[in-house]
């Protein structure tokens, strides 16, 4: 069941690990080109972009933490960077199945 994968992030925009920028803008992962790709990807199931990023986010964290653990500090950052944005993206086209989550301050 795990062969058909929509197309996702152009090859060039991927991430270069352990670091976790854009191989192609060299911008945090993910680039706006990366989430622009995500989006149209994952337009019809916010719920499997979500998990996907979460899956990449895992791994940014066990790489960076690897690379400097003196910045454990920064897992909310990283799950800003990784999972905010789609939250903070809900476009124009309503969705049913999206949770309502207030917003944390
Ligand atoms: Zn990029």
Redesign the pocket.
């Known amino acids: 069941m795990s062969s058909k994968q929509p197309a996702l992030v152009p090859p060039?925009?991927l991430p270069l690990r352990p670091l976790w920028l854009?191989?192609?803008?060299g911008?945090p992962?993910p680039?706006?080109?990366?989430k622009l790709a995500l989006l149209t990807s994952y337009q019809d199931s916010r719920l499997n972009l979500l998990l996907y990023l979460s899956g990449r986010l895992h791994e940014a964290i066990d790489d960076l933490r690897r690379l400097n653990p003196s910045t454990t500090g920064d897992v909310r950052n990283l799950f800003d960077r990784f999972l905010g944005w789609p939250a903070r993206h809900r476009g124009r086209r309503p969705s049913t199945a999206e949770p309502q989550t207030p917003e944390e301050t």
Not at 22 to 25: G, H, I, V
Not at 31 to 34: K, V
């Open positions: 060039e925009h854009c191989r192609a803008c911008q992962w680039c706006g080109r990366a």
